[in-house]
């Protein structure tokens, strides 16, 4: 069993849909958990955090919860820019290393 | 703003070349990690350092090493290149005061071994 599993999609959605994605973590010890998002052909970058008690970028939302081992993101409002695969990551140590799912990608259609 | 820089975008090299790979970042960093990443397979961590001359194996180091002797540049080597290493490699930095150790990655080269 892999250490972040995320569901690969593809997730196709019309603007202006609200999607959501899941995550889930089997080590129990896990510290810090982030979203990420990687635009075809260019590097990761950080999204947002995940908090414990949930926090809101704009149109984002992330939740986190411990005791399912499980993080999702919440998109409303989806915009053509959102097209993108989404990388959930669990940082075990608090120290930087972590371990990365293999991403969710989303097109988002006219 | 952090930048994180990478020797190549694209290179392309004969099995059983020994192959160099440079990362530079700017952000005084202590962290720096060196990612491997493959369709189906996501990222994968090859060596992390989180200093000087430090270094530890991540999940898939077999076939690689690394050299970190100046805290702004992680090298990553290949010390006999195989097809299976054709890949896009991704370096990344983190720090301490960087609120959750946020890691920012290099643009990435892509690797083909032949």
């Known amino acids: 069993r892999k250490e972040v599993e995320q569901d690969p999609g593809p997730f196709n959605v019309p603007e202006g849909a609200t999607v959501a994605f899941n995550c889930t973590y089997s080590?129990?010890?896990?510290?810090?958990f982030f979203w990420y998002r990687q635009d075809c052909r260019k590097e990761p970058k950080l999204l947002m955090s995940v908090y414990s008690s949930g926090n809101e970028d704009g149109r984002f939302t992330a939740q986190l919860n411990r005791a399912s081992q499980y993080i999702s993101l919440l998109i409303r409002d989806s915009k053509l820019s959102d097209s993108a695969t989404y990388l959930c990551v669990v940082d075990q140590t608090n120290a930087g290393k972590s371990t990365f799912g293999d991403g969710t990608t989303l097109t988002v259609k006219p | 703003d952090v930048k994180v820089t990478q020797s190549s975008r694209y290179l392309v090299k004969r099995t059983g070349e020994k192959v160099f790979l440079e990362c530079v970042q700017d952000m005084d960093h202590e962290n720096m990690f060196w990612y491997r990443q493959d369709p189906g397979l996501g990222l994968r961590l090859i060596y992390f350092?989180?200093?000087?001359?430090?270094?530890e194996k991540g999940d898939i180091p077999e076939g690689y090493s690394v050299s970190r002797e100046k805290k702004e540049r992680f090298s990553l080597i290949l010390e006999s290149a195989s097809t299976n290493q054709t890949s896009m490699y991704l370096c990344a930095s983190s720090g301490p005061g960087q609120g959750d150790y946020e890691q920012y990655f290099g643009p990435g080269t892509r690797l083909t071994v032949t």
């Open positions: 080590n129990s010890a896990s510290q810090s």
């Open positions: 350092s989180y200093d000087v001359k430090m270094k």
